[in-house]
């Protein structure tokens, strides 16, 4: 089977990972991660700039198997992810409600080397204040789903 007889992948752009509450980083939390990171926490409210992740994971509408699913995909499968980049427009505070609004931006299926067939996806979210609607930031994350099923 050539790159050009592959089935499509799902189409999934544009399917809702936005979540239905908040998402509160406590200081006791952020200063949990904080040692085991190494460093003291900031002291000045400020968040380690690494819950930018699982904020957002953890406030999204969808887990990890939802998302799989979405994707026609068994989570069993063995899910891989592939890169995550952040822009950040202010700092992450401890103690603010903030809301994850995002969306699946593409699903691609390729052929690799290594993997045979795969679906590469990628999703974004965004971290909001509740209060004031500021975009703290915006996180692209890209996963690589194996399409064993689809091996010849």
Partial sequence: MSENDLPSPPDVAGT???GTGTIVISAADDAALCRSTGVEPAGDGTAHPAWFFAASQVGMGRSVAGIC??????V?????????????ASAL????PYRVEGEIKGL???R?????VMDLMEYELRL??????ET?????????LPRRELAA
């Fill in 16 to 18: 809702s990972l936005s």
């Fill in 69 to 74: 699913e979405a994707c026609e995909f068994d």
């Fill in 76 to 88: 069993n499968d063995g899910p891989m992810m592939t890169g995550s980049r952040v822009t950040f």
């Fill in 93 to 96: 505070r401890t103690g603010i």
């Fill in 108 to 110: 691609t299926r390729k």
């Fill in 112 to 116: 690799s080397r290594t993997l045979g």
């Fill in 128 to 133: 909001v204040e509740e209060a004031g609607g």
């Fill in 136 to 144: 703290v930031l915006v996180t692209t994350n890209s996963w690589a």
